[in-house]
């Protein structure tokens, strides 16, 4: 009787521990926990329930444990393990299209390009409406050379999201990066006048222009901007850069020159551009008004030597040295030449005896020469 209770017992407590097992140990449905964390983006709570789930129970859904393993690894920015678990999901059965799009994502995050293609075909219809999924997908094929594919994608885009300007402007970058500058002009144009762009988009165009070397069709549209927008300060900077490109230093100079009357920091630029185009007495003028004195100092000892002012040029040593720009062996030369022109040889040597640059030191070595030269005999200077 005693062994019958005791068998009785025994198999009551085993029972016991089969149903606590069978309902995760305390009943809590740790799928749809993890699911909830995910939306509130509590991730380290949604990682914890997902830890607590046992697969090897047959009433576990094992495809959305993958999913929500998947979808918690793009949330922290794991994209080779949110790939694997994706790919576990989709081996358990058919998983829905958003699966699909969120396993590209991950596979461009890791520029594996053909998995991208691969997952969005798998997508099927159920994103053919989403005009991102043709971003990615024209992006994905023009990273893997597919040149042609991801032009054709943009077309495909362009007939079916007419109103979306993306498209075709991503074509015309396509265009100027395998350099046929002509054709993405005159898509430029049709995309200018038809999506009634607005001065970010010129610039972009011009920029692109710009940097593929085509500086006249750059100038085309960059001028074009302008006039659009005359106030606009990119466009403007655009625009002289351009034309600092084509060694047009006047014509940027000009541009930079208007658009420091609103921005103080863009004085110097100006006056070096001045400089550049042979304006020396514009930039010196221009020099006058810049604030930062370290700057202001650097720019005017180069200007005043180039005008041959060494008289000038020399009277600066006092002024150098209170805004401590003197450690730049670029300044200690500059001023030492000077002082070597206007005859002050002992503190032209001063400061030639504290350079160390290659290039530098050779020019260095030349003035010590005519120094010499002149101490020796100075009736030949």
């Known amino acids: 009787m005693k062994k019958l209770w005791l068998w009785c017992l025994l198999l009551g407590v085993i029972t016991a521990q089969a149903e606590e097992k069978e309902s995760n140990s305390d009943g809590v449905d740790y799928l749809e926990l993890a699911s909830l964390m995910l939306k509130d983006n509590n991730l380290g709570r949604a990682e914890q329930a997902l830890s607590q789930v046992d697969l090897s129970l047959e009433t576990v859904d094992v495809q959305r444990f993958y999913v929500l393993s998947g979808l918690l690894s793009v949330r922290k920015g794991q994209h080779q393990a949110a790939i694997e678990a ?14 699909h799009v969120y396993l590209a994502q991950a596979a461009y995050a890791i520029q594996n390009y053909p998995l991208v293609i691969e997952a969005l075909d798998d997508a ?20 893997m050379k597919n040149h042609a594919k991801a032009m054709a994608v943009m077309d495909q885009a362009s007939l079916i999201f007419p109103e979306e300007s993306g498209f075709m402007r991503r074509k015309i970058f396509y265009l100027i990066e395998l350099g046929m500058n002509s054709t993405a002009a005159t898509l430029g144009k049709t995309y200018l006048q038809q999506y009634q762009a607005d001065a970010k988009d010129y610039v972009a165009i011009g920029n692109a222009l710009r940097v593929s070397g085509d500086l006249n069709l750059a100038l085309q ?11 606009n300060t ?14 047009a230093y006047l014509s940027a100079a000009k541009i930079v020159h208007d658009l420091a009357l609103t921005d103080n920091e863009l004085i110097s630029e100006a006056a ?5 185009a042979g304006q020396l007495f514009m930039a010196l003028t221009l020099n006058g008004l810049i604030e930062d004195q370290s700057q202001k100092l650097t720019q005017r000892l180069a200007l005043l030597i180039e005008l041959e002012n060494f008289e000038q040029a020399a009277a600066m040593e006092q002024d150098i040295l209170r805004v401590r720009i003197d450690q730049d062996e670029n300044i200690k030369y500059a001023l030492a030449y000077a002082l070597f022109k206007v005859g002050n040889y002992s503190q032209s040597e001063h400061y030639l005896g504290q350079i160390t640059d290659t ?10 020469k005519i120094i010499a030269d002149c101490e020796a005999e100075s009736w030949r200077c």
């Open 272 to 276: 070096e551009l001045y400089r550049r």
């Open 124 to 143: 099927g219809a159920a994103v053919e409406r989403i005009p991102s999924i043709y971003h990615m997908r024209a992006q994905s094929h023009w990273l």
């Open 86 to 99: 994706f790919g576990q999901a989709k081996q358990t059965g058919p998983v829905d299209a958003v699966i």
């Open 359 to 368: 290039q530098l030191f050779q020019k260095s070595i030349e003035i010590r």
């Open 221 to 231: 549209f960059l001028e074009k901007a302008r006039l659009m927008f005359p106030s």
């Open 234 to 247: 990119d466009v403007g900077k655009s625009l002289a850069a351009a034309y600092i490109n084509n060694e």
